[in-house]
């Protein structure tokens, strides 16, 4: 037992070293030459919990950065944050709090996106940064350790299609868009395929998505199985919902469509009663991947948890001042009769309902999200990341755009009739078909993270007008598909101590 707690501990403290990317204490603690690593990766039961630390990393928090945003480290919250940015820079989640201080407000002015010193902007590079080399340090060294090879198949696998799937994050943001059928010689992350101590220039978009895909094609021929600790861990089935995603971005239609197809082979809808139930667990059958928090954002800064930011219940001031509220526009939208209408109020509610006072009650205020527990440091959910429905909607998508409106149209009823029992097979056909899709996708995928990049890979302009922004705390209202400002400039904390990288 002690030895366990000896191998945990060293585990964890060289995960904690890892809080600056490519500095020079990660970067010695990824040393091939570190004693810890050959303690680590001396056998497959320890270098389990390497994995461990690695998938934990992806949705945990932390505070020990350069540049604080706004509000400090309650805005570094793991990927989790950077899902709400996604959406916070988009039209669906107006602010309605009008005070200067509220948390996001580098996301939803895009202030973040203007200035290479941004908290959030420097967090979003860095921690990408600390979990790729978390990842690395697995990929090196698992095929020495001891023990079965199908463990280590698996959490190389794992390890694999983590890497893949933050620099598909990276590429998305800090890259011009990607061009199908172009050379994408554009500049996008430094591709650290390996630990190593010497920092490197940026590579290309093209480069970069052919690392994602290699890095996804040999997770797939690793992780043959659907087994898996619990659903915050990687199986093929996320796997192959990350191909998907990928596809859809490249404009590889079939192969969007075959992947997606596969990924939902092992997943069911949910039920209407589910859909109401307040978005905060895995167990959840439709969830392909998501993020276990029982343990997670419990530990240390719960004020830059995913929950205390977006569930209806959340006892922070912040969200008290600035609850979670969806686009008047998008809600107009939604039939009355389908189920993603009433997770959401038109008028204003109740403020009988909330567990508190001092709560803005606004119409459209969100109900999508609900806390489990209602204690200040203890406000949790589990965190959806795939789910079966977006696999339908990149069905449908990939579909249309590769010239098979029937196809599309079905597989937009087989969605949204589980949703709306009113609703019935789509007559639309061409761009009007693509658009119903695409304002579904929405709809189904509000507060999931999704918006900014769909803007982004689709080329079209944000427009918050219309609706219930308020101008005077947006700052922002419509920023052109051209605009420079979708690709997020590279750090200046990167810039300073990479004498190597190329920036443009």
Same mark, same amino acid.
């Given at each position: 037992m002690k030895i366990m707690k000896k191998i945990k501990y060293i585990i964890f403290s060289a995960l904690v070293f890892t809080l600056f990317s490519c500095s020079e204490d990660f970067l010695d603690n990824v040393n091939q030459n570190n004693p810890a690593q050959g303690v680590i990766f001396d056998n497959t039961e320890n270098a389990q919990f390497a994995l461990n630390g690695l998938i934990r990393s992806l949705y945990d928090v932390s505070n020990n950065f350069t540049n604080a945003p706004q509000n400090g480290f309650y805005e570094y919250g793991g990927y989790p944050t950077m899902m709400m940015t996604m959406d916070f820079l988009g039209e669906d989640i107006p602010f309605v709090g009008t005070s200067p201080t509220l948390r996001w407000t580098e996301a939803y002015n895009w202030g973040m996106i203007t200035g290479s010193d941004a908290g959030l902007l420097e967090y979003h590079w860095l921690e990408a940064y600390n979990i790729l080399n978390v990842a690395n340090s697995i990929i090196d060294n698992i095929d020495g350790a001891s023990g079965p090879q199908s463990i280590k198949d698996n959490i190389k696998g794992q390890a694999l299609a983590a890497r893949a799937f933050v620099y598909f994050d990276l590429v998305q943001l800090f890259a011009d868009r990607y061009e199908p059928g172009g050379a994408n010689n554009q500049l996008g992350p430094i591709l650290y395929t390996t630990a190593t101590q010497s920092t490197q220039p940026r590579n290309t978009v093209a480069e970069t998505y052919e690392l994602i895909n290699s890095d996804l094609d040999a997770a797939m021929s690793l992780l043959d199985s659907e087994e898996r600790i619990d659903k915050s861990y990687i199986n093929n089935s996320v796997v192959l919902s990350l191909k998907a995603r990928v596809a859809l971005v490249q404009e590889d239609w079939q192969m969007a469509i075959n992947m997606a197809t596969a990924a939902l082979a092992n997943y069911s809808l949910m039920d209407n009663t +589910?859909?109401?139930?307040?978005?905060? *667990?895995?167990?959840?059958?439709? $969830?392909?991947?998501? $993020?276990?928090?029982?343990?997670?954002?419990?530990?240390?800064?719960?004020?830059?948890? =995913?929950?205390?930011?977006?569930? $209806?219940?959340?006892? *922070?001031?912040?969200?008290?001042?600035?609850?979670?509220?969806?686009?008047? +526009?998008?809600?107009? =939208?939604?039939?009355?009769?389908?189920?993603?209408?009433?997770?959401?109020?038109?008028?204003?509610?109740?403020?009988?309902?909330?567990?508190?006072?001092?709560?803005?009650?606004?119409?459209?205020?969100?109900?999508?999200?609900? *806390?489990?527990?209602?204690?200040?440091?203890?406000?949790?959910?589990?965190?959806?990341?795939?789910?079966?429905?977006?696999?339908?909607?990149?069905?449908?998508?990939?579909?249309?755009?590769?010239?098979?409106?029937?196809?599309?149209a079905q597989t937009l009823f087989n969605l949204n009739s589980n949703r709306d029992p009113n609703y019935t097979l789509s007559t639309n056909t061409g761009q009007t078909l693509l658009d119903e899709i695409w304002m579904y996708r929405r709809a189904e995928l509000w507060g999931e993270g999704h918006r900014f990049k769909d803007l982004k890979r689709n080329n079209l302009d944000l427009d918050r007008s219309g609706g219930n922004h308020n101008p005077a705390v947006a700052k922002v209202m419509n920023v052109p598909a051209s605009d420079e400002r979708w690709t997020w400039l590279i750090p200046d904390v990167e810039l300073d101590r990479n004498p190597n990288i190329n920036s443009n």
């Amino acid at each position: 037992m002690k030895i366990m707690k000896k191998i945990k501990y060293i585990i964890f403290s060289a995960l904690v070293f890892t809080l600056f990317s490519c500095s020079e204490d990660f970067l010695d603690n990824v040393n091939q030459n570190n004693p810890a690593q050959g303690v680590i990766f001396d056998n497959t039961e320890n270098a389990q919990f390497a994995l461990n630390g690695l998938i934990r990393s992806l949705y945990d928090v932390s505070n020990n950065f350069t540049n604080a945003p706004q509000n400090g480290f309650y805005e570094y919250g793991g990927y989790p944050t950077m899902m709400m940015t996604m959406d916070f820079l988009g039209e669906d989640i107006p602010f309605v709090g009008t005070s200067p201080t509220l948390r996001w407000t580098e996301a939803y002015n895009w202030g973040m996106i203007t200035g290479s010193d941004a908290g959030l902007l420097e967090y979003h590079w860095l921690e990408a940064y600390n979990i790729l080399n978390v990842a690395n340090s697995i990929i090196d060294n698992i095929d020495g350790a001891s023990g079965p090879q199908s463990i280590k198949d698996n959490i190389k696998g794992q390890a694999l299609a983590a890497r893949a799937f933050v620099y598909f994050d990276l590429v998305q943001l800090f890259a011009d868009r990607y061009e199908p059928g172009g050379a994408n010689n554009q500049l996008g992350p430094i591709l650290y395929t390996t630990a190593t101590q010497s920092t490197q220039p940026r590579n290309t978009v093209a480069e970069t998505y052919e690392l994602i895909n290699s890095d996804l094609d040999a997770a797939m021929s690793l992780l043959d199985s659907e087994e898996r600790i619990d659903k915050s861990y990687i199986n093929n089935s996320v796997v192959l919902s990350l191909k998907a995603r990928v596809a859809l971005v490249q404009e590889d239609w079939q192969m969007a469509i075959n992947m997606a197809t596969a990924a939902l082979a092992n997943y069911s809808l949910m039920d209407n009663t +589910a859909y109401q139930s307040g978005f905060n *667990s895995f167990n959840n059958d439709e $969830w392909i991947w998501g $993020w276990n928090m029982e343990e997670g954002a419990r530990d240390s800064n719960i004020f830059a948890s =995913f929950f205390i930011n977006m569930a $209806w219940n959340g006892v *922070s001031s912040d969200v008290r001042a600035n609850p979670r509220v969806i686009f008047s +526009a998008l809600y107009d =939208f939604i039939p009355d009769t389908d189920v993603r209408s009433t997770i959401f109020s038109e008028d204003a509610p109740d403020p009988d309902i909330f567990p508190g006072s001092g709560y803005t009650v606004v119409p459209y205020h969100s109900f999508k999200f609900e *806390s489990e527990v209602l204690t200040v440091g203890d406000q949790t959910g589990d965190i959806p990341v795939i789910r079966a429905a977006e696999m339908l909607l990149i069905k449908a998508e990939a579909e249309q755009r590769s010239g098979n409106d029937t196809a599309a149209a079905q597989t937009l009823f087989n969605l949204n009739s589980n949703r709306d029992p009113n609703y019935t097979l789509s007559t639309n056909t061409g761009q009007t078909l693509l658009d119903e899709i695409w304002m579904y996708r929405r709809a189904e995928l509000w507060g999931e993270g999704h918006r900014f990049k769909d803007l982004k890979r689709n080329n079209l302009d944000l427009d918050r007008s219309g609706g219930n922004h308020n101008p005077a705390v947006a700052k922002v209202m419509n920023v052109p598909a051209s605009d420079e400002r979708w690709t997020w400039l590279i750090p200046d904390v990167e810039l300073d101590r990479n004498p190597n990288i190329n920036s443009n």
